[in-house]
């Protein structure tokens, strides 16, 4: 942690911990009124198989003789899961605590089935239906013209793996790329420095979250940008064409004050007041670094994936979680599922070793066998209040909280989420990831994309439709097909190679990993 680290106010306490990635908010104004519409959307059920079916018994079981409420069934696993826990945890032995040379490939990586090909063009209806034709920008939620530098960022991952998919043809691919980066590379910026956090769709107006008119500058998430910086390094790459496009929008923002003495920084704006603070927490905070590293930015610290670093055991599997937690730096410390499934995807595992997303999802897989409940946590919006949530492995000492940025509790709104269900499938390919991608199949398909997930406790969709659950989906299944991590696929090059400052793999490694 940097000396000039001071903790945020409650009311920042997401900035620090996973930055502008909370996009659900900006839908509060309108959810109301379309989640109502949603939940009149029936659910299209296809042919289930006989694994999809002992998948879907484990959330709806057969009624037995005496019937068991969700609400009882949800105390019986809480009571497992509290049960679950042992500090310290089994710890990771330091000498496996490294970044492979070779970026990690997962097992059975190649041709898509035709059951894979059809679940990516269902996520690709998402981006037909929420495209603006006037900005080239895509609605973060279904319906509602605003986004954020993190969404979009799914957007432009979605668009690539429409290309590479065969979904769009070239021509379209071109032509909406084209217009997104150049919109990107003139957007308004938060004080003329970096993207603000939200934006309305239609109009580059910066607002607030939840807003569409109002011009607001609320700051700038490191995070967001972080994400954005690795996949403009995978368009400039992939597609030499659109290089001057991509390097337009780096050179838009005003880069340096995304870093501090190795660190990332954000900002808000606290009653008219700026707040200039470190961001990020393990997971997101070094995911996002090796973005700007691939760019030349000073992120040593924020690569560091073992300063901050202690292990809890849950369910008998000892897993990484950051100890700054809220109570000791007003940060909530979530431990999710999502940075490292983009880790494994996007770099093959160069920003965190792989051994934490091993251990993030044995737990996973340890809980359903404890329990019988299939889980794949992390966060994402919901189609009720509190309309966002953090649904952790871990989070300031409670075992399987689901918890708004706030810090407010929501366990019963917990739910297995369909891009973690098939982001894990791709990367590992076991019993357990295809019992998870199959009750996504039978599940969550609505006629405009992939729902977010599905709420244990309630036994049933959470309905809301948004840009990163279906563009997460994408880029997992165009990471399949393709066999490689997209930025070794689309032969993206480190910021110290192109400087040609290294020679050995083994002077690489350290330099990838401080």
Do not use: C
Request: a positive charge.
């Amino acid at each position: 942690m940097s000396s000039d680290f001071q903790p945020p106010p409650k009311s920042l306490s997401i900035l620090a911990s996973v930055g502008g990635v909370v996009t659900a908010v900006i839908a509060i104004a309108i959810l109301n009124t379309w989640s109502k519409q949603l939940s009149k959307t029936s659910i299209e059920k296809p042919e289930i198989s006989a694994s999809e079916t002992a998948s879907r018994q484990l959330l709806q079981p057969r009624k037995p003789q005496n019937p068991v409420s969700g609400a009882e069934a949800a105390e019986i696993v809480a009571s497992l899961d509290a049960k679950s826990v042992v500090l310290p945890g089994q710890a990771i032995p330091k000498n496996q605590l490294t970044v492979a040379i070779i970026p990690y490939t997962a097992p059975g990586v190649g041709k898509l089935t035709p059951e894979e090909i059809t679940t990516a063009r269902q996520a690709w209806l998402y981006f037909q239906r929420n495209w603006n034709d006037e900005t080239g920008l895509i609605n973060s939620v279904d319906g509602f013209a605003s986004i954020s530098m993190w969404d979009q960022t799914a957007a432009i991952a979605a668009l690539v793996s429409a290309r590479e998919l065969n979904i769009v043809p070239a021509a379209e691919f071109d032509a909406k790329m084209t217009k997104m980066l150049n919109t990107l590379a003139s957007i308004p910026l938060y004080k003329g420095e970096l993207p603000n956090k939200v934006y309305n769709a239609k109009t580059l107006v910066p607002v607030n979250y939840g807003q569409l008119e109002k011009r607001e500058e609320i700051g700038w998430s490191a995070i967001d940008l972080g994400r954005m910086a690795i996949w403009l390094k995978i368009v400039e790459a992939k597609y030499p064409e659109m290089r001057s496009q991509t390097a337009a929008v780096w050179k838009h923002w005003q880069v340096k004050r995304l870093t501090k003495n190795g660190q990332m920084y954000g900002t808000a704006v606290i009653k008219g007041k700026e707040q200039y603070n470190q961001e990020g927490r393990l997971g997101y905070e070094n995911y996002a670094a090796y973005g700007l590293k691939l760019w030349g930015l000073d992120v040593k610290q924020a690569l560091d994936y073992q300063s901050h670093t202690a292990f809890v055991d849950l369910y008998g599997q000892g897993i990484p979680y950051d100890k700054r937690d809220y109570k000791n730096s007003g940060a909530n410390n979530y431990v999710l599922s999502e940075p490292y499934i983009l880790d494994g995807i996007e770099t093959g595992f160069q920003a965190l070793p792989k051994v934490y997303a091993d251990r993030i999802l044995a737990a996973q897989a340890a809980r359903y066998e404890a329990t019988k409940q299939l889980t794949a946590v992390t966060e994402d919006n919901l189609d009720r209040p509190p309309y966002f949530v953090y649904s952790s492995l871990f989070v300031n000492g409670e075992p399987w909280g689901t918890i708004a940025d706030t810090g407010e509790k929501h366990n019963d709104l917990r739910f297995l989420s369909a891009k973690a269900a098939i982001g894990w499938h791709v990367l590992y390919k076991t019993a357990y990831t295809q019992q998870l991608f199959d009750f996504v199949q039978g599940n969550l398909k609505s006629k405009d994309g992939w729902y977010n997930g599905f709420y244990e406790s309630l036994r049933q969709p959470n309905k809301t439709l948004t840009a990163n659950n279906n563009g997460v989906i994408l880029e997992s299944l165009l990471y399949k097909q393709v066999g490689q991590p997209l930025t070794v696929w689309a032969g993206v090059k480190s910021y110290k190679s192109t400087k040609k400052a290294i020679r050995t793999p083994q002077v690489t490694a350290k330099i990838l990993r401080p």
